[in-house]
């Protein structure tokens, strides 16, 4: 059974922190995120207060689980479209990051 793991980590101000462990090797990936996307942090992380979204696969032998955690300082939480959005988003990162 081969094991795959990913992370990233947003570090402000609008820094992207990406590790995987392909291989038994650790890799380091950062780059700036641009304006728009950091506003789109920023506001979640003001109006949400700590919020854990996971999304698994369907499938028993390659499922696969993804999820996200936001340390915000708001009091309220997503609503499901606002957790997808935010999947969508982080996804879009991760993409651009690892295709570096």
């Given at each position: 059974m081969q094991v795959v793991c990913n992370d990233m980590a947003i570090?402000?101000?609008?820094?992207v922190y990406v590790a995987s462990c392909k291989g038994g090797s650790?890799?380091?990936d950062i780059f700036a995120v641009v304006k728009d996307e950091l506003a789109q942090f920023r506001q979640w992380q003001a109006d949400y207060g700590a919020v854990t979204v996971t999304q698994q696969d369907e499938a028993a032998a390659d499922a696969m689980t993804i999820t996200l955690a936001l340390f915000g300082r708001g009091d309220s939480q997503p609503t499901e479209a606002e957790q997808q959005a935010m999947l969508v988003w982080a996804q879009d990162i991760y993409t651009r990051a690892d295709s570096r």
């Open positions: 570090l402000l101000p609008g820094r650790f890799e380091i």
